[in-house]
């Protein structure tokens, strides 16, 4: 999520109100064992959205079926024992391929899902890498004979947040989740409008090194004051600068590359271009939340290879896709991502499916990022258990480079979620006062802004945005820095957080400003979980 200067409009915003299918199983009155199980499909709130009636049966949708990890039970007690330094099987991961033989859907499930969607008249588009999501297109008639059910076109109240949101769909009548699906462990996920098909407009690698003005300057962070703040400096002097790891960006839309060379080269550093994947249909837009992922978390891990996992908008059939994918082609050493929906608009099976990534991830020794988003609330995938969620604060800076302050920023997402129940490793942390997930785990700076450049011209935003993707270039580092040293990837990181004997000394605490509701204190808090991490104790203090 970011802040526009002056505007402070809310990009990542934009996905809170994304439709998903919401689903509930239960069998409504009158199905029967015969028939499959009734699903429900959440109606926009009518605060925000009016339905405009039946959609069109030649308009198209699509959408995703989730299928479900198996084994769960050895699964979670193999990620504890992994993340236990005194277990035998501490930082001894699997192969991706390992995980899905041991724990993914089983190739007859895919068959019997891919089966059903094309025998109704769907076109599948995709299937995961690690086989838990088939994404399918077709038309609106299909979609309603497939799933027994009348899709509604709802249309927005006039939200600028949301413009791009301005269509979702509905079924105010549920669905009905045929056998075939069910007994394959699947079940729908999402249903969306098809993605705009606008030529991309073409890209720019020309390279501008006018730096930002004065005034700009005055206005946003540069790069040498967050590299002292969060002790990038001292771990760039003992060596950790990336060298032969991999951060993955999860975004929706595009950037251009030229912005991103100016930005690392006007402030010093020359380095490759990432690697861009496109994982659904192609993207048509460059935006700034893209761009700030990319330019932040490049700079702060100059030897890091960079790989961008494009999604081609912020509905949750594309961003879920994106997110899975970046887990399932186990390429990086970390993953961060900005494009988190209010967990409040997801359906908890899509929540689960995020978690399940998560999972997969822990299992191989990658750590998932996502920040928490600026509205106060709870996003996910931050909200996820195997998710570190991060957090943002206020931070200011003297002259000369050294910490003046760092509070907590009142429109940092934190608070409990509405789908996971406390994770082991926040029971002895006395402020998480109900049974369920809190954020943050973890914060750095949100609030003030960082200098930015955005199509041609440098632009000051703020936001949880930069938070992950630089601490994402913190963990390359670290683990880059570790690997010099014979230790091994962090992986999932809450549990070690969470335990003082394991990361004490890691952390600024963040004592003053509140979240919200939520105010800082000592020791762990909602509105900024532990504080600011310091890049070169994560490094050297973790086992």
Known sequence: MISAMRSRTDLRGL?????????????APGCSSNDGTRIQIAIPATSLYNDQGATAPTE??????????????QLDSLIRDQYDPGS????????AGDFVGQFGPSDADVSAVQGYLTAHGFKVDRTATNKMLVGFSGSVDAFNKAFSTNLHTFQHTGDSRTSSLQLVYGAPSGLLLPSELSNANATVLTADIATDNTPESPD???????????????????PSQVSAAYGFDALFSAGGKGDGQTIG???AYDYKEGDAQSFWQVFGLKRKSPVRKIVGDPTTTRVTETALDVQWAGMLAP????????????RDTSILFAFNEAVGLSEATVITDSFGHRESSISKPVAQA?????????????????????TGGV???ASCPHVTAVGGTNLSMTADNKVASETAWFSGGAGPSKYFSKPSYQKSVSAATTNFRYTADLSLNGQAYYQTKILSKWEQHGGTSFASPIFAAMVADAVSYRSAHGKGNLGYLNPAIYDQNQSGGVFRDITEGASGTYVSAQGWDIATGWGAPDALALAQKLP
Do not use: W
């Open 15 to 27: 996905a809170l109100l994304s439709l998903t299918a919401i689903v509930v199983f239960g069998c």
């Open 60 to 73: 198209a949708v699509r959408g995703l079926v989730g299928l479900s990890l198996h084994n769960t039970s």
């Open 88 to 95: 035998s099987q501490f930082r001894r991961y699997l192969s």
């Open 204 to 222: 720019s690698t020309k390279v501008d090194l006018t730096p930002p003005t004065a005034a700009d300057l005055s206005n946003g962070l540069v």
């Open 249 to 251: 960006i999860v975004v």
């Open 303 to 314: 030897n890091a290879d960079l790989i961008v996992y494009e999604a081609p908008d912020i």
């Open 354 to 374: 995020y978690n399940d990534a998560g999972r997969m991830a822990a299992t191989i020794g990658m750590t998932v990022l996502a920040a928490t988003g600026d």
């Open 379 to 381: 996003d996910a995938p």
